[in-house]
């Protein structure tokens, strides 16, 4: 039956054996010889034969789907025992035909469809790939586990920043919710219920939840060093810092830290920032690297920091960081380590001074009158700080932001204030008329 000269024979009974199973709705047997003619072909290698068949037993009128199920999923383990790489493909494409529009073999669909692009990012085809790739809506898919699912997502967003496409990467993250990560993994799975859809269990070579948390934030990274915000890259790094895996080793978590450091310092200051920064300084595991402790220290204290003299004790640490994990830091972080150093020491100017002259400014900070001027500008634009510059005196005029309850009791206080007055003089007008009467009447 494998010799070459009867498998046309072989395959024509199996066939008849198949219609007949077919017509009298039989699953069992009709999904066994549409099998065991995939069988016969692969075995003889007739690879060419193999694609016809399953296309021709797949359009048989009144086909059963088990039976469709059943041939792809055979078919889909000859893939990697396929002779070489035009016949893969030719396979894959044949299978993708056959499974698409057909919601019972959606799963195999979308495997297929990773198999494809992986065929073609290997080939130096990252836009074709990631074209594949996007076909396939996964996030649909009620059978599918739902490591599978985000696995498939996350190779989604990789193909789209590798090929530049940083707006449909954040369109494509966006269907993750990182707090799907932090779910139980280890609570007891529900029995299905009647009618609910069966899950899948998802392959092997699929990461656990742990790991694809940490490939999701590694990609956000990438997606947020796009724009150089630091901040959410500082956020990523600290989800990272979190998994217990990385926690375990020294060497996993130290140069996590030091980027979550780094990250801090560099990000524009805001509530979330500074929030961030008091937990970071209250970590442990920060005194191994003191430096960075003491780099943190200098941030928060409302004390006026010399950039040469941090950038000359520094800048080893900085140059560092390229040949760490996660690379460099970017290459506008140098100059903007120095704007927030700027910006620090404004703030903190601002604290201490109510009315300061700009050249004085100028001379804290280290920089021109002009430099001083445009930097002071910049912060008031972003609402950092409120302050006033009277150019002609060269005078700078910083004020208290008021908060909403301080604006409305100023106000109320000054109603009262009003009303009182408008109290006193209705009094004195009343008593001015009465003794004007009186005068008339006398």
Partial sequence: MGDSGNLEASVDRLLNEEKQMRLAENVAGTRKAATEILQLCFE????KLLNEQILNLSKKRGQLKQAVQS???QAMQYIDQTPDIETKIELIKTLNNVSAGKIYVEIERARLTRKLAKIKEDQGQIAEAADLMQEVAVETFGAMAKTEKIAFILEQVRLCLDRQDSVRAQILSRKINPRVFDADTKKDKKKPKEGENIV?????????LLELKRIYYELMIRYYSHNNEYLQICRSYKAIYDIPSVKKTPEQWIPVLRKICWFLVLAPHDPMQSS??????EDKNLSEIPDFKMLLKQVVTMEVIQWTALWNKYKDEFEKEKNMAGGSLGDKAGDDLKLRIIEHNILVVSKYYSRITLKRLAELLCLSIEEAEKHLSEMVV??????KIDRPSGVVCFQIAKDSNEILNSWAVNLEKLLDLVEKS?????KE???HKAVLRS
């Fill in 200 to 208: 899948e269990e998802a392959p092997a070579d699929i990461p656990t």
């Fill in 276 to 281: 961030l920064l008091n937990a970071t300084l």
């Fill in 382 to 387: 972003s609402k950092a700080l409120i302050a």
């Fill in 44 to 47: 003889a290698k007739e690879w």
């Fill in 426 to 430: 209705c009094h004195q007008i009343h």
């Fill in 433 to 435: 008329t009465m003794v």
């Fill in 71 to 73: 041939m792809v999923q």
